[in-house]
């Protein structure tokens, strides 16, 4: 029978979970990855000048701009928002706006075109990574920003425009509705439960439960969670408290199992779905602000794009599931 379930966090959050299709994953059908070659790619090496001039590269030799990189950090050649201006705020009774003033980034994560993420070595992820706090440590100096939110698209139906390995970064004026929510839920439970982390307590959960959790480390643990609102959903989450993602540095261990942890996660997401289109993100607390968010807990939430919103979820903000979690979890297991 079908069940409705609340998500951990948001309270008006609602998910449908119904099994009563009972999928396999073979039964979920993806489309390959378009691959655009080399060639005419702007990410590859060789290729330098066909992108804006980066902004950071890891080589360990060589001109700026130029080949000998396996990290480059490059201006998004057509940004959502853009860097140069001033907010201007205006507002007119209703009507209310501001420029579009932002960062966006592109981290191209290996020179490698066809590498799939689940294949890159250990000290390449672990690159990515420290690339990722790099561009976030720099971009909160800049107190025109409230929120930097770093996300990976894999696969045109994921919304990836190109085919070689890399992540964004979108740095924005204002916090996100989503993060919003999340940060009020947190609240909500540290009030009531006389300051306890509710991801704290959703780790805890999870691991007294064991059904739906994929794989565990010293310091990370993936789980499929209770409310999923997509087939094969998963959160990994730090064990140790943390509201800001760019404090693992202070342990470079962290940084590296984290690395890890994710290149496992995605093994087992592609073990289980070849080639499956994905995003993930990665939420942490807002910048620039006096408030130090330690109610807040960062974390990951990777998301298989296995089903697509229909009629239902954008008239009434529901999804439904048809993959139970503690089964997708099993799956996962398994790989």
């Known amino acids: 029978m079908p069940e409705i379930r609340r998500d951990y966090v948001i309270d008006s959050e609602w998910v449908v979970i119904s099994p009563e299709r009972n999928m396999r994953p073979s039964d979920f059908k993806v489309n390959p990855a378009q691959n655009s070659g080399t060639s005419k790619c702007p990410f590859c090496p060789?290729?330098?000048?066909?992108?804006?001039?980066?902004?950071?590269?890891?080589?360990?030799?060589?001109?700026?701009?130029?080949?000998?990189?396996?990290?480059?950090?490059?201006p998004n050649k057509y940004p959502a928002l853009r860097i140069e201006g001033d907010l201007d705020y205006k507002e007119s009774g209703i009507i209310r706006s501001m420029n579009g003033v932002g960062a966006h980034e592109v981290i191209i994560e290996t020179p490698e075109h066809n590498a799939k993420?689940?294949?890159?070595?250990?000290?390449?992820?672990?690159?990515?990574?420290?690339?990722?706090?790099?561009?976030?440590?720099?971009?909160?100096?800049?107190?025109?920003?409230?929120?930097?939110?770093?996300?990976?698209?894999?696969?045109?139906?994921?919304?990836?425009?190109?085919?070689?390995?890399?992540?964004?970064?979108?740095?924005?004026?204002?916090?996100?509705?989503?993060i919003a929510e999340e940060l009020e839920g947190a609240k909500k439970y540290y009030i009531r439960s006389n300051g306890k982390c509710i991801y704290d307590e959703i780790i805890r959960k999870e691991k007294e439960i064991g059904e739906r959790v994929v794989l565990e480390s010293d310091n990370y643990i993936v789980i499929c969670p209770?409310?999923?609102?997509?087939?094969?959903e998963m959160w990994l989450l730090p064990k140790f408290h943390e509201a800001r993602f760019e404090k693992i540095t202070l342990n470079d261990e962290f940084v590296w199992e984290l690395g890890r942890v994710l290149k496992e996660t995605l093994r087992k997401l592609f073990a289980t779905i070849p080639d499956v289109p994905f995003n993930y993100y990665i939420h942490t607390s807002p910048i620039n602000t006096k408030n130090e968010y330690r109610y807040y807990h960062w974390h990951m939430e990777i998301m298989p794009r296995?089903?697509?919103?229909?009629?239902?979820?954008?008239?009434?903000?529901?999804?439904?599931?048809?993959?139970?979690?503690?089964?997708?979890?099993?799956?996962?297991r398994e790989k």
């Open 46 to 74: 060789g290729h330098e000048s066909m992108t804006p001039p980066e902004i950071l590269a890891y080589r360990e030799n060589g001109e700026r701009d130029g080949e000998g990189w396996w990290i480059r950090v490059i």
């Open 117 to 178: 993420p689940y294949e890159l070595p250990d000290k390449q992820m672990h690159e990515i990574i420290r690339a990722y706090i790099d561009r976030y440590i720099d971009l909160t100096k800049d107190k025109r920003f409230k929120y930097i939110l770093i996300f990976k698209n894999y696969g045109k139906d994921a919304g990836a425009s190109l085919s070689h390995p890399h992540s964004q970064l979108i740095a924005t004026p204002m916090i996100p509705p989503n």
């Open 226 to 232: 209770y409310a999923s609102r997509f087939p094969f």
């Open 306 to 332: 296995l089903s697509k919103p229909a009629g239902f979820e954008w008239g009434t903000g529901f999804y439904i599931n048809p993959m139970p979690p503690e089964r997708a979890a099993e799956i996962l």
